[in-house]
């Protein structure tokens, strides 16, 4: 464990070198994504009565999740690596439905050339979530941290459904990384060629539509399931909380754009 | 004897001078300060000490941390309240843990020793690396009773602790990778490897036949799971305490019911000081430790077949293993002025 650990945080490492290029000016522009919360077509709100398949009721007070891992998929097959740092959280997201800010990040810099898909994790991966206290995002004092299992949370749901069996009918699901649990990984294609030259970029505008956290691979049924705390209860919540993604539509983005950080 | 005097009369203003000097300051303090030796014949450890690397002011703000209440919500209780030197670290007399409010944990707090080796930390192996054990204390309501996040902005608010955490990793800034750190440095450094056993081993002290015999006794009947050097393979097992476990044990974090009633084989170092013994604390004595492996074992579906059939031993045996047992004190470690309170 510790030795896989030490050998993913040297690849990191190597990573994070390559990332910054020879000479210091970065070989690529930054990328953005930005993450919407939907229902079906409709923004997700907080605290608002959604209905699944079946017709159980739902309401979301929280939602709350890592991504990390990205990587873009060229043309030819090969792969553009986010860097990720191992003294950093660097390429690590906390995305948060409440903080706005949290929904909209820059991956990169991404070398010119042309992108045909983006990959990621939902959650961190087993070398980091194995590996002593961080900082950042990955800081566990952020409240995403498990302390009977330790591992970070991967994916937080907190709501409310009638139909919950809880005396609160509150819904908690808690999509967890302890020991060593391994995160999801999610592979979206893009509609056409995304094309990264010396002076455009592009923004990745991403739907995570919540709908298909209830109906997705599996049907979830509030009132057997409520709660969910353990790899092996939130099983099938993992499963379809990586399917909750679509790139919804990609935005050239000039230089000058991405300069004013908006 | 005036001889002596005279020395000593030569040795103050040398000493003095000594003390004056900044770099005697360094010296002393690197003395003080201890690092992570694996004793001779023992496996490498498995917290890794490279990206964080224990130094003076680093383990003096663990070891002050470690003993300062203000790590809980209310700046009741420290770490050291529950893990006494006198007992190991270990908290002398309370079957399990007594937090703040003076409510009761559900389990018995160990001695704090050797972690660095530990592959995994709790009598039920919840908690992965060394650095992060200290957010399940300080964040469960029946131990510290706050967060994390707290802990963090009481000591960014406290009159000395952003000195220190400054002096401790070189620039200014106190977060929580610094706390856990820094409480790193501390308890990954408690070694405990001389005691009688470890000097006898080394052949700088002889056994009496009566701890020889114990220790002929141990290895046949223990070591299997009490494994030296560290006295336990840190290995989950049933030993046959409850024909149905009150406690899951290793089955909370693995989800495995065959892990029903199954908890870390803990290392009998420093046993003797210990008490009381089992995860929720529930022997007073080794006399009583003894009785149940000879005549209490309770059969289950996950009693490790090791056990199946109880241990026989008569009362020479149980004498001479009790001797033993008593061989594995380290007088030098409970009595090393590096990792007491200190007093400032």
Redesign the interface.
């Known amino acids: 464990m510790a030795d896989r650990a030490a050998r993913l945080l040297a690849a990191a490492w190597l990573l994070s070198l390559a990332g910054c290029s020879l000479g210091g000016a970065p070989a690529g522009l930054p990328l953005r994504i930005e993450i919407s919360h939907v229902v079906g077509d409709a923004p997700l709100q907080l605290g608002n009565t959604y209905r699944t398949a079946a017709g159980d009721s739902w309401s979301a007070e929280r939602l709350r999740y890592y991504l990390s891992n990205f990587r873009l998929r060229r043309a030819d097959g090969s792969w553009f690596v986010n860097p990720q740092s191992a003294d950093s959280s660097r390429g690590y997201f906390l995305v948060d439905e409440a903080d706005g800010a949290s929904k909209q990040f820059q991956i990169g810099p991404v070398p010119a050339g042309s992108y045909s898909g983006l990959e990621f994790l939902v959650g961190v991966d087993a070398a980091r979530n194995g590996a002593g206290a961080q900082t950042g995002t990955l800081d566990p004092a952020r409240g995403m941290f498990w302390t009977w299992n330790t591992g970070y949370i991967f994916f937080q749901f907190d709501g409310h459904s009638p139909q919950s069996g809880d005396a609160e009918h509150a819904l908690s699901y808690h999509v967890g990384g302890g020991g060593g649990a391994t995160a999801h990984s999610v592979f979206l294609p893009l509609p056409a060629p995304v094309e990264v030259t010396a002076d455009t970029s592009a923004e990745l505008h991403l739907h995570a539509d919540l709908a298909r956290l209830f109906d997705g691979a599996h049907a979830l049924h509030p009132a057997s399931l409520f709660t969910a705390m353990d790899a092996a209860a939130a099983a099938q919540i993992a499963d379809n909380s990586a399917g909750l993604y679509r790139i919804d539509h990609v935005h050239r983005l000039p230089k000058a754009g991405l300069a004013e950080g908006s | 004897m005036k001889r002596s005097t005279l020395l000593g009369l030569l040795a103050l203003p040398l000493s003095a001078a000594l003390i004056a000097a900044p770099w005697a300051h360094a010296l002393i303090a690197a003395r003080a300060t201890p690092q992570l030796q694996v004793p001779h014949g023992w496996p490498a450890p498995?917290y890794?000490f490279a990206?964080?690397p224990v130094t003076p002011a680093g383990f003096a703000l663990g070891r002050r941390l470690f003993y300062d209440p203000i790590l809980s919500r209310d700046g009741s209780v420290s770490c050291g309240n529950c893990h006494q030197q006198f007992a190991a670290f270990a908290h002398l007399d309370h079957r399990v843990s007594h937090g703040i409010g003076g409510v009761n944990g559900k389990r018995n707090t160990p001695g704090l020793f050797n972690l660095a080796w530990q592959?995994e930390l709790m009598w039920d192996g919840?908690?992965?690396?060394?650095?992060?054990q200290p957010?399940?204390p300080i964040?469960?309501p029946l131990e510290m009773g706050g967060?994390?996040?707290l802990a963090?902005d009481k000591l960014r608010g406290d009159a000395s602790y952003p000195r220190l955490f400054a002096a401790a990793f070189g620039s200014p800034g106190v977060?929580?990778?610094r706390l856990?750190?820094a409480l790193?440095q501390f308890t990954g450094t408690l070694v405990s490897a001389d005691s009688h056993y470890d000097r006898a081993m080394q052949g700088r002290e002889a056994f009496t036949p009566q701890e020889h015999a114990g220790l002929d006794l141990f290895r046949e009947h223990c070591a299997a799971c009490h494994r030296e050097p560290l006295f336990s393979d840190f290995s989950y097992r049933n030993n046959g305490l409850d024909a149905a476990p009150r406690d899951a044990g290793r089955a909370?974090?693995?989800?495995h019911p065959g892990d029903q009633g199954l908890f870390r084989v803990p290392s009998l170092r420093n046993v003797a000081l210990t008490a009381p013994y089992m995860h929720d604390g529930r022997y007073d004595s080794l006399q009583q430790v003894l009785d149940h492996y000879t005549s209490g074992i309770q059969s289950s579906p996950t009693l490790d077949p090791l056990l199946a059939n109880g241990i026989t031993l008569n009362a020479g045996q149980r004498r001479a293993l009790l001797a033993f047992l008593d061989s594995l004190t380290d007088d030098s470690f409970i009595h090393d002025r590096r990792f007491a309170q200190p007093h400032d």
Do not use: F, I, T, W
């Open positions: 498995h890794n990206a964080n592959p919840s908690v992965h690396q060394l650095e992060l957010v399940a964040s469960n967060s994390l996040a963090v977060d929580s990778q856990l750190r790193a909370l974090v693995s989800g």
